[in-house]
């Protein structure tokens, strides 16, 4: 039987074994956002469980670009060079690497999840002034961000695109721009968190400004042989925001730009979003994206069944699948999914007596 699933896809030079993508999932367990054995084995299992890509998490551009105090960076040498053996584990399982690069914007400077999830304020310890397109808080808790002057954006800029070379001499094979979850380039798009009078606020072409110098910024130093990737939240899922028919005419304009593929999520910008979480609920974004815009994208949130994988990509809606938790709950999913599909997928060779004997 032949399977969608587990067809390869070709992106300029790259071919990825499957479409079942490792999707970035922050782990917030790093000291001074240096990679280490915890993401070795995070990392290196989904490889070998069989995953086409396995994609870094959100790796902080600058000091101030953080979620946590405890995010993975990428704003020096010594970060990339931590993550180049990971990197390298991974491509020898037959994975490719890909790494996603991000500034948290107005949600920056926050405590990790596990310990409680509540924004470390500008002056206590471990805080930071967090920074965005206008002085808006993510919500009452929070430090309100610091508008962004012209030197911050060029700042900004200089960031992303270090960090994408950082990236490159590591060893990535595919870079993805966070433009999703209410993070800063995601901020600059939405009316919600942009309220700028100047060229980068008001209409969709200044809101869409910053981002997409964001993205000539990278391209021009990410080879033209290798892919680009950005993930966009497609809505906000509030009245008067970022929107599917805002997210069509932006995905346009990335692929004009060199992007090759859009990875479709939704939702962060505000912490009081209605959103009607369920099994593949955020895939007709990535059809519409997929059809209007005429680029290439990844469905992801509540994917868990192979069946439900395959439809997705059978069906037109989009051209891989990203697993987020379900990868988390199990690193061999992507194995077991080709037993299940009846597709032929190789088991590392240390495992081999096992599936025959299983």
């Known amino acids: 039987m032949s399977s969608r699933l587990f067809s390869p896809w070709t992106l300029r030079s790259l071919t990825l074994r499957n479409r079942i993508i490792m999707a970035p ?26 995953a086409g ?3 870094v998490e959100a790796a902080a551009v600058s000091p101030e670009g953080r979620i946590s105090p405890r995010d993975i960076g ?3 040498d010594r970060q990339a060079e931590a993550l180049k053996p990971i990197m390298d584990f991974v491509r020898s399982q037959g994975a490719v690497a890909a790494i996603q690069i991000a500034h948290a914007g107005r949600k920056a400077s926050t405590q990790p999840p596990f310990e409680g999830g509540t924004p470390l304020l500008p002056g206590v310890p471990e805080g930071w002034q967090p920074v965005g397109p206008s002085p808006v808080a993510f919500s009452p808790a929070h430090a309100v961000p610091a508008a962004m002057e012209m030197a911050d954006l060029e700042n900004v800029l200089e960031e992303f695109s270090s960090a994408a070379a950082r990236a490159l001499a590591a060893g990535f094979q595919v ?8 993070y800063l380039l995601h901020s600059f798009l939405s009316p919600l968190s942009n309220q700028r009078q100047d060229s980068y606020g008001g209409s969709l072409e200044n809101r869409m400004r910053f981002p997409l110098e964001t993205v000539r910024a990278v391209r021009s130093v990410w080879p033209q042989h290798l892919p680009l990737w950005v993930r966009i939240s497609a809505t906000d899922w509030v009245e008067g925001g970022w929107d599917i028919e805002q997210s069509v005419l932006l995905a346009l304009e990335l692929r004009k730009l060199g992007v090759d593929a859009i990875d479709c999520s939704t939702g962060g910008l505000t912490p009081d979003a209605a959103i009607p979480a369920g099994p593949g609920f955020q895939v007709p974004f990535s059809a519409r994206i997929r059809r209007e815009a005429e680029i290439p994208t990844v469905a992801v949130g509540f994917i868990t069944e192979p069946y439900q994988a395959e439809q ?12 987020a938790r379900e990868l988390l709950r199990n690193p061999y999913w992507p194995l077991q999914a080709a037993h299940a599909l009846g597709a032929e997928h190789p088991w590392p060779v240390q495992y081999e007596r096992a599936r025959r004997h299983g």
Request: charged share 10%; net charge negative; with cysteine.
């Open 25 to 50: 999932m922050c782990q917030y367990s790093t000291a001074e956002g240096i990679a280490g054995d915890w993401h070795m084995v995070h990392l290196g299992s989904r490889a070998v469980g069989g």
């Open 53 to 55: 890509m396995v994609m």
């Open 74 to 76: 990428i704003w020096n």
């Open 175 to 182: 870079l993805e721009l966070h433009m999703a979850h209410g």
């Open 312 to 323: 997705i990509l059978v069906t037109g809606q989009a051209d891989g699948v990203a697993l």
